[in-house]
């Protein structure tokens, strides 16, 4: 499957900014809590409560699939909310989100002037070059990787390879670079990689001390190619309220708690328009992927800008009315996110302070202490539980290498276990409610991309099950630090069983198939 996540949206000292922000915005108490930020209502930042709420409305009977909400204004948090089971403390796979903490990083190194953005790809890897280096390679910047118009005609095709800088570097360049807009991952990967070669650390090790402490920012992680090089374009994991903070370091022009993590000209650079960008199926004036591209952000209407990521990870700046908001989800319309975001949030933003709204804001408390992802229910049980309950079925030769699966069934949850050449793995369930395990099982079936989190043997879930008809058990089983989930379905026919795989991208876009087999198996005597 391409990286190129558009192709799939398609088809489915203080600078002057710096201290005229600070001395404007109402958070002397944010100012003093470095790493945590301050909660307050909507009213009293001069928002409404009423236009929430009518966004969580919006999103839920439009069926968007949020998983999370964070809103800031003036510094403050406003509005935060997770749909169950995802939760504040949980991580969250940003896709390419992620980008926008790659080019901090290639900010914070050129502010140490390790490098600079004209400095020419070619340059860090003389070992890595082609026998003949073309002179549209040659020309190559880093301000061409940063603004995705690095004269490729499609996404260099690395990942199949060891060495992903050598295979970059190998592919044609048809477009003289900075003339010619691509979206693509790979050219984050090679910044990823340059900001490694340079300071001799992963961009997860060089941002620690740099970005994500002064931010408070815990228990971050990062995928990885075959060298261990961050894949930079993807695979950055942190929680909600981290990608707001990183959100509001923007819009503070680089200063937090009184202290510059960011020079001001970087920022101003990487999220100006600097090249026209592609994408979308709307005209221009309704389209949030028509308004221009930056340092590895994207400019959107009314004068905002994001990074944002595959299936509805967002970071959204509004500079004019000091919002920020993070949003992870996994949707298959990316732009209806944003559109009521527009409609809702932003037309939240009435004044400076408003009346309090007692009844509305006891309603907007209500609603977001509620929020949950809608689970399948439709029977508790079955009258075939007695004859399968702890029954292990012998599953034929099959390419996942699973030898057996096994259900067992208590009063309100179960357990499904299958063997494989790996050895058994189990995943307890709840009926009508969410069990939260770990599980060893690997989430890469479910994932856009196949790259891994170094050292990661464990995964969070959380799972739920269901019987849809008298012979037919839905296990849904959510990876609660990732975007996504699957089903899986056991149908059983007098001593048969079937089982059945589903992965929530397959569920988004019928157009991607699950390359898992079905099972078939046989009661053992």
Known sequence: MQLNRRLFLKQIGFGAAGIGLLTSLPYDSFAKTATKLVRSTPESQGMSSADILNFLNAVEQQKLNLHSVMVLRNGNVVTEGWWAPYAPDLKHTLYSLSKSFTSTAVGLAVAEKRLTVEDKVIKFFPNDLPATVSDNLAAMRVKDLLTMSTGHDKEPAVRSEKNWVKAFLAQPVEHKPGTFFLYNSIATYMLSAIVQKLTGQTILTYLKPRLFDPLGIEGADWEVDPQGINTGGWGLRVKTEDIAKFGQLYLQKGVWSGKRLIAANWIENATKFEIQSKGGSRPKEENDWLQGYGYQFWRCRNDAYRGDGAYGQYCIVMPKENIVVAITSETADMQAILDNVWKHILGAAKGKTLPANTKTQAELKQKLASLALPLQQVASTSPIV???????????????????????????????????????????????????????????????????????????????????DQNT??????????????????????????????????????????DRPVLHGQLLA
Not at 432 to 445: A, F
């Open 386 to 468: 007695a004859q399968i309950d702890g029954k292990t079925f012998s599953i034929a030769d099959n390419s996942l290498r699973i030898k057996t699966v096994w259900l067992n069934f208590g009063k309100d949850g179960g357990i499904f276990k299958l063997e494989d050449d790996k050895g058994e793995h189990r995943i307890n369930c709840g009926m009508g409610r969410w069990i939260e395990k770990e599980t060893d099982l690997s989430s890469l079936p479910l994932k856009l991309t196949p790259t891994i989190i170094p050292g990661e043997t464990k995964t969070k879930i959380a799972s739920s099950g269901t019987w849809t």
């Open 473 to 514: 058990f839905v296990l849904t089983v959510r990876f609660i630090e990732t975007a996504h989930y699957e089903t899986i379905t056991c149908h059983f026919d007098q001593n048969n069983v079937t089982v059945e795989f589903k992965k929530s991208l397959a569920i988004l876009n019928a157009a991607l198939k699950d």
